[in-house]
């Protein structure tokens, strides 16, 4: 029995959802993954270069900081990286539509190891530019590559179960983070006293598990699928032609909201910095735990979205992201442990958590809205959008930091323009105002109209439709509404065999 028929015969997990059901269905979903060959080599390579990425997370502004970037010069650094992701995000997508994901994802990965190996030698930030086009290139696409092929070959009713589910193990994946302290110790131990060089040394980790990610596509080439026929041109096309106007909207809403995010995430490590004197390693328990309550939260979203509907959850979770923006607005500029600090741990990490789970709702919204031919070109398209606002983030962020904290902002008078304007507040205003326009786009029927497609039906397992429900089970009065539907069913049960593969 594989494990699409054990997932498949699952019993249902009801209507009380918690998380331990929620487990229990990633866990289904984990099995799929590792258990059918075509998927197993592309997400074990995806994990391990993931992981390896996670554990240099924490230093990588310090590091560029110590190579003497300043913050402007981190906002165009992430501003190359996002470009090329934007770019090449839908070139990408249409690949692994017409031609496979296998190729698209080894060259990709390929231009990902070469960055990675730049920015560990770079001494300017030349060179560090010409890193981040690199894995702008390569790192940014690689999960909405597979995303995509995977969401084209499962059932639309396990569109969103897929989405969430990848995304909780690319954020599981990140408490790697939670290794930084050790590695850094461990390195001082090893004779690496001096700050850049040791810098370097947990930068290039990210080079070797990148790498040996590599290995893993190139070995597992012949296991990963069958080659198959590729998808015509044309039937590509009118695929993607079938994308509607809801789809465009979401995409652009998605947008916006990683603009919010990317700024308050690039800022994040400056703002502790520059107000408490933090470092790497407060930065590197901190980030971590907000991957980790991040991650439970994103387990959650599905029952969420079973009590309340979608548009409910994803505005209630926009006005919890610009409600906790408050942590990133309190300013201390001392390192003794006060009411500030407090502050921003209790808030400012719970409002990434919203605006990051934020995110991942709206870009299950948006999937449900395009044809699952055309999933490949689809998240190509919305990582492009997620890496616009990305850049749109990234430079945005810093340049009104650098207005908040020069001297022009400096206002002596305790005015509430001063106040907002000063000690590096503005980003954060302007990201609350961004978040305010959130939850107006929110109020379009677009996301009731996707709602019945991210609720799950009688069965709350890894299929969500139960194959073979009878017409009264359904509700359908109507029979011809009735076949309709037991057709279409059928149709997206088709069993996950060799034939139906189109990895390569």
Same mark, same amino acid.
């Given at each position: 029995?594989?494990?699409?028929?054990?997932?498949?015969?699952?019993?249902?997990?009801?209507?009380?959802?918690?998380?331990?059901?929620?487990?229990?269905?990633?866990?289904?979903?984990?099995?799929?993954?590792?258990?059918?060959?075509?998927?197993?080599?592309?997400?074990?390579?995806?994990?391990?270069?993931?992981?390896?990425?996670?554990?240099?997370?924490?230093?990588?502004?310090?590091?560029?900081?110590?190579?003497?970037?300043?913050?402007?010069?981190?906002?165009?650094?992430?501003?190359?990286?996002?470009?090329?992701?934007?770019?090449?995000?839908?070139?990408? &997508?249409?690949?692994?539509?017409?031609?496979?994901?296998?190729?698209?994802?080894?060259?990709?990965?390929?231009?990902?190891?070469?960055?990675?190996?730049?920015?560990?030698?770079?001494?300017?930030?030349?060179?560090?530019?010409?890193?981040?086009?690199?894995?702008?290139?390569?790192?940014?696409?690689?999960?909405?590559?597979?995303?995509?092929?995977?969401?084209?070959?499962?059932?639309?009713?396990?569109?969103?179960?897929?989405?969430?589910?990848?995304?909780?193990?690319?954020?599981?994946?990140?408490?790697? +983070?939670?290794?930084?302290?050790?590695?850094?110790? &461990?390195?001082?131990?090893?004779?690496?006293?001096?700050?850049?060089?040791?810098?370097?040394?947990?930068?290039?980790?990210?080079?070797?598990?990148?790498?040996?990610?590599?290995?893993?596509?190139?070995?597992?080439?012949?296991?990963?699928?069958?080659?198959?026929?590729?998808?015509?041109?044309?039937?590509?096309?009118?695929?993607?032609?079938?994308? +509607?106007?809801?789809?465009?909207?979401?995409?652009?809403?998605?947008?916006?909201?990683?603009?919010?995010? +990317?700024?308050?995430?690039?800022?994040?490590?400056?703002?502790?910095?520059?107000?408490?004197?933090?470092?790497?390693?407060?930065?590197?328990?901190?980030?971590?735990?907000?991957?980790?309550?991040?991650?439970?939260?994103?387990?959650?979203?599905?029952?969420?979205?079973?009590?309340?509907?979608?548009?409910?959850?994803?505005?209630?979770?926009?006005?919890?992201?610009?409600?906790?923006?408050?942590?990133?607005?309190?300013?201390?500029?001392?390192?003794?442990?006060?009411?500030?600090?407090?502050?921003?741990?209790?808030?400012?990490?719970? +409002?990434?958590?919203?605006?990051?789970?934020?995110?991942?709702?709206?870009?299950?919204?948006?999937?449900?809205?395009?044809?699952?031919?055309?999933?490949?070109?689809?998240?190509?398209?919305?990582?492009?959008?997620?890496?616009?606002?990305?850049?749109?983030?990234?430079?945005?962020?810093?340049?009104?930091?650098?207005?908040?904290?020069?001297?022009?902002?400096?206002?002596?008078?305790?005015?509430?323009?001063?106040?907002?304007?000063?000690? &590096?507040?503005?980003?954060?205003?302007?990201?609350?105002?961004?978040?305010?326009?959130?939850?107006?786009?929110?109020?379009?029927?677009?996301?009731?109209?996707?709602?019945?497609?991210?609720?799950?039906?009688?069965?709350?397992?890894?299929?969500?439709?139960?194959?073979?429900?009878?017409?009264?089970?359904?509700?359908?009065?109507?029979?011809?509404?009735?076949?309709?539907?037991?057709?279409?069913?059928?149709?997206?049960?088709?069993?996950?065999?060799?034939?139906?593969?189109?990895?390569?």
């Amino acid at each position: 029995m594989t494990a699409m028929d054990t997932a498949k015969d699952a019993a249902p997990l009801g209507t009380r959802w918690n998380l331990r059901e929620q487990i229990g269905v990633q866990r289904e979903l984990l099995t799929i993954l590792l258990s059918e060959p075509r998927f197993r080599t592309l997400m074990l390579a995806l994990w391990l270069s993931d992981f390896g990425s996670s554990i240099h997370r924490p230093v990588i502004t310090f590091f560029f900081l110590q190579l003497g970037a300043t913050v402007m010069d981190i906002g165009y650094l992430s501003f190359f990286m996002g470009t090329a992701s934007m770019i090449l995000s839908p070139i990408y &997508g249409w690949m692994v539509d017409s031609r496979g994901v296998l190729k698209p994802l080894l060259l990709s990965a390929l231009s990902c190891g070469f960055g990675c190996l730049i920015r560990a030698i770079a001494s300017t930030p030349v060179h560090l530019i010409t890193a981040q086009l690199f894995m702008g290139i390569g790192g940014s696409c690689q999960w909405s590559m597979v995303k995509g092929y995977i969401a084209s070959e499962l059932p639309h009713s396990k569109r969103a179960l897929l989405v969430v589910g990848l995304r909780a193990q690319m954020t599981l994946l990140t408490l790697g +983070s939670f290794l930084y302290p050790a590695l850094d110790s &461990g390195l001082q131990l090893l004779g690496f006293a001096d700050k850049l060089l040791r810098y370097r040394a947990e930068v290039g980790t990210c080079a070797i598990f990148c790498w040996v990610g590599i290995v893993i596509l190139i070995a597992g080439c012949s296991t990963a699928g069958r080659p198959s026929d590729p998808k015509p041109q044309r039937h590509v096309e009118q695929s993607v032609s079938r994308c +509607s106007f809801d789809f465009l909207v979401a995409a652009g809403t998605l947008s916006l909201v990683s603009c919010c995010q +990317s700024a308050c995430r690039t800022l994040w490590p400056i703002y502790i910095k520059f107000h408490f004197g933090w470092e790497a390693r407060s930065f590197a328990f901190l980030s971590s735990t907000n991957t980790l309550l991040f991650s439970i939260a994103l387990a959650m979203y599905p029952s969420w979205t079973q009590r309340m509907s979608q548009r409910q959850v994803l505005q209630g979770l926009a006005w919890l992201s610009l409600l906790t923006l408050f942590g990133f607005c309190v300013g201390a500029r001392q390192q003794s442990l006060g009411l500030p600090h407090l502050l921003h741990v209790f808030l400012g990490v719970p +409002s990434l958590v919203f605006v990051g789970v934020l995110t991942s709702g709206i870009e299950i919204a948006a999937s449900l809205c395009v044809p699952a031919d055309a999933q490949g070109w689809a998240m190509g398209l919305l990582n492009s959008a997620q890496a616009a606002g990305g850049v749109a983030g990234s430079l945005l962020g810093p340049a009104l930091w650098t207005i908040s904290i020069s001297e022009v902002a400096d206002v002596s008078a305790p005015s509430l323009v001063g106040v907002l304007l000063s000690e &590096g507040r503005l980003p954060f205003v302007v990201t609350a105002a961004a978040l305010l326009l959130c939850v107006m786009l929110l109020q379009c029927p677009l996301w009731q109209r996707a709602e019945h497609t991210a609720q799950p039906g009688n069965s709350t397992t890894i299929d969500m439709v139960p194959i073979g429900c009878a017409t009264e089970d359904l509700g359908f009065d109507d029979p011809e509404n009735a076949k309709g539907h037991r057709q279409a069913n059928e149709d997206e049960n088709l069993p996950l065999n060799e034939e139906n593969s189109k990895v390569c």
